[in-house]
């Protein structure tokens, strides 16, 4: 494949100063995309990946928060649903999405060196791993916790039915999603009223108190042990002092072992900070900690990822879910199906681990499937099906820099 196609797609999502993860399901501008968007335009164009980055960090909050969705404009209220007359906070949602920052702008640099873009922006990723670090510290153990199911970025995993069952479903409001998705590939309306509800609360607390949802999730923390770890690498080359950030992802990734580490079952599990258990669900965000290098227990995950459950490399991608379970459904969103941006970070952990032809399989397996799919937003894992949305910026950007 070449570049060619994945290329004008980001070419036509692109709004002039950011890029939507979709025209049609999703026309703002999303944290996390943005982070994974940048890594592919990085190789086309530099320029147009550090705005992409400054356009999402001119959103951050005073507190330091980079918020999970950045409205734009020109684009109809009506469009997408929570919108922003729901968060009643500006131009910006009030939640957030997995720290994957520090690793693009670390990224953007590699493939262009700007110590101007460097500078501007590292003060304001310490900002944001500083409000994560210390204002969602719910369960006291050095671990970010989410409060809703959005911020985790996987919005319908089976790993939060627990929790959310606490929650009151919301009625009375027209979900937008439907008119551009199969409704079987995407949440049900029963979580979706949860989702809103969870909003709504947060929201009327200012966004700052914790409520029915607080969850410690493996997937984010260490996505923030591994943001810290490109800070020191930032740090370095800006000539600043760096080993704080190794500490910090070193405290973070010690943390994740000891809370949500089961060594019976050779997985990373959620926590509910709320009764302290550990949510009982193999997802993918549970071999997310594959990303950090000095992993103790990376070959005991490493035999659950290509044991039954996750059957990596002999099915597409990296599935959401355990494909033992029961309730493992192939089409609905999170709940089976495999998403580029999670075979691509499971991909760079498989490289860190010494796994080389494995992680080959799953980026020629990647690469095919894109493009069979039309850059589909997830696929069915046994069959390659797409499912969700086409044309989807991330499985785009992902595509060029596999190619690269
Ligand atoms: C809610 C934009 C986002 C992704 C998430 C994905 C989905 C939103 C939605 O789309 O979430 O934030 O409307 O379902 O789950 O990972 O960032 O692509």
Partial sequence: MDVTRAAAILDRNWLGSSTVPSRSLY?????WDSAFIALGLRHLSPARARRELRTLFAAQWADGRVPHIVFDPGTPPEAYFPGPGFWRAGRTSGLVQPPVHARAVLAVHEAEPDQEFLAALYPKLVAWHDYLRTRRDAGGRGLVAIVHPWESGMDNSPAWDGPLARVTPSTGFVRRDLAHGDAADRPSDEDYG??????????????????????EDPGFNALLADAELAMAEIADALGLPSSGHREAAARVAKALQETLWDSAAGFF?????????????????GLLPLVLPDLGVAPALLATATGPRFRLGQVHGVPSHDLTAADFDPARYWRGPSWFNVGWLVRQGLLHHGEHALADRLRDDLLATAEETGFAEYCDPFTGEGHGTRSFSWTAALTVDLLA
């Fill in 194 to 215: 949860r989702y809103v509800r969870l909003a709504a609360d947060y929201r009327d607390s200012g966004y700052r108190a914790f409520g029915e949802f607080v969850v």
């Fill in 27 to 31: 026309p703002h501008q999303w944290s």
């Fill in 269 to 285: 599990f959620a926590r509910d900070v709320r009764t302290g258990a550990l949510t009982p669900a193999y997802t993918c965000a």
